[in-house]
């Protein structure tokens, strides 16, 4: 990875981020088509589009780059997801229909995506919803934790396929499996560290006895 850069795009200012290495890029969670001209600025050839869950804001950009060659890998229900989520997406201007998700690569749990010099373990983490999914490199020491732990807070549950339960369960594990130092790179707002989460998120109490 020779570069990683973030996007905040759209109402909710999902992060997406982009690495690159020798020409191709990845970009995690796309948030819209402006992405596109990041891409072109980096001298990105060959793309990989990776998402940590089919949330509207998160994918609002997949048909963009899908259109342009990229490799799109998600989990295998994330197409589902996006469908349901869809007419909000629409009402919040995201999107201008069911988004067209066509899942090139099936991130389950365990398996591992190489792309832009980052070797991507998905762990799949669902709670905030049925198909999110953790990516985690450990080499870089960073994982994209969509919206499962942000600086501070997590992601909501109290919504259509949300899950606490199983956002608990998903919580304890990202806690047991990762390094502290680990640098979590979120959906939303400011990178963090688990160890900063562990000492201060509220949500996390408890995870690390």
């Given amino acids: 990875m020779e570069v990683l850069e973030r996007l905040s795009l759209g109402v909710l200012q999902v992060n997406t981020y982009i690495a690159a290495a020798g020409g191709e890029c990845l970009v995690v969670d796309p948030g819209g088509p402006e992405v596109l001209e990041a891409l072109e600025r980096l001298g990105c050839r060959d793309i990989v589009v990776a998402l940590t869950h089919g949330h509207f804001d998160h994918v609002a950009g997949v048909e963009h780059l899908a259109a342009r060659g990229a490799v799109v890998a998600a989990h295998p229900q994330t197409p589902r997801v996006a469908e349901a989520y869809a ?20 991130l389950v749990d365990g398996s591992t995506l ?20 953790v990516l985690y ?10 919206d499962l732990i942000f ?23 990202i806690v047991r499996e990762l390094p502290r130092g680990t640098r979590l790179l979120p959906g939303h707002g400011p990178e963090t560290t688990l160890e900063y989460e562990i000492l201060h998120n509220p949500f996390l109490q408890g995870f690390n006895q």
Avoid: W
Avoid at 87 to 105: A, E, F, H
Avoid at 137 to 146: E, S, V, Y
């Fill in 87 to 106: 007419d909000l997406g629409v009402k919040m201007g995201y999107l201008k229909g069911v988004p067209r998700i066509s899942v090139d690569v099936e």
């Fill in 114 to 133: 190489r792309a832009a010099g980052l070797s991507l373990r998905a762990i799949h983490t669902p709670g905030h919803s049925p198909d999110h999914t």
């Fill in 137 to 146: 490199d450990q080499p870089q020491g960073l994982a994209f934790t969509g």
């Fill in 151 to 173: 600086r501070g807070s997590i992601g909501r549950v109290d919504i259509a396929l949300g899950d606490g339960e199983a956002m608990a369960r998903s919580l304890a594990r």
